[in-house]
């Protein structure tokens, strides 16, 4: 009986820890910045047409909205 709650004891407590190493994996801000700029980089290496034509797009969305607001009478 001890051996099978012990037993149980030591699965939870290995599943509680694998838990909160995944968690603690999860909130590092740090570690997912890095990850995802390394993604970036990938992605901008392997094509960078659509790179290239989001930043124009933003760029224009932002031209856009500053012509807007001078303008405009408010």
Do not use: C
């Amino acid at each position: 009986m001890t051996d099978t709650v012990s037993s149980t004891v030591s699965t939870a407590r290995a599943r509680l820890e694998q838990t909160l190493d995944a968690i603690d994996e999860k909130l590092d801000v740090q570690k997912q910045a890095s990850e995802l700029a390394e993604r970036v980089q990938r992605s901008y290496r392997a094509n960078p047409v659509p790179w290239i034509i989001g930043a124009t797009a933003a760029a224009v969305v932002v031209a856009g909205l500053v012509v807007w607001a001078i303008v405009t009478d408010d």
